[in-house]
């Protein structure tokens, strides 16, 4: 993953996701989108559940970045890799963008670990990744 931080945060080149992380309340995550190119977001203590075809799913609220004048994801991002830096400065793969609000004041993120188990579910087998 190739992903520009930007201005005042570190610039990282070629990052490797070494690790599956969850997704807390308040942490900073990244994601690199089509549309919006490299964003950074504060996971919010939202929960979400989202009703579709008589199916629920289980997501958690993503704002942008405190005091700055950017989506954390829009149309065209969906499916990117939401990821965050450790405290030793790793990087943790904790979900994927799956959708926004109406006004992309938010955006809806799946924590890669519950992707993961409905995977695993699925398939009647124990699924990792393969991380670099």
Do not use: H
């Amino acid at each position: 993953m190739t992903c520009s931080i930007g201005q005042n945060y570190v610039e990282a080149e070629d990052v490797n996701v070494i690790g599956v992380g969850d997704l807390m309340a308040g942490d900073i995550i990244l994601k690199c989108g089509r549309t919006t190119g490299t964003t950074r977001g504060m996971v919010s203590q939202v929960s979400l559940i989202i009703w579709e075809d008589g199916v629920s799913t289980s997501e958690i609220a993503v704002v942008a970045y405190p005091n700055n004048n950017e989506f954390f994801g829009n149309k065209g991002d969906s499916g990117a890799l939401a990821v965050r830096f450790t405290a030793t400065n790793s990087v943790e793969a904790v979900g994927l963008l799956v959708g926004k609000s109406s006004t992309p004041i938010w955006a809806a993120v799946t924590p890669i670990r519950a992707i993961m188990d409905r995977i695993s579910t699925r398939l009647g087998v124990s699924l990792e990744l393969a991380l670099c």
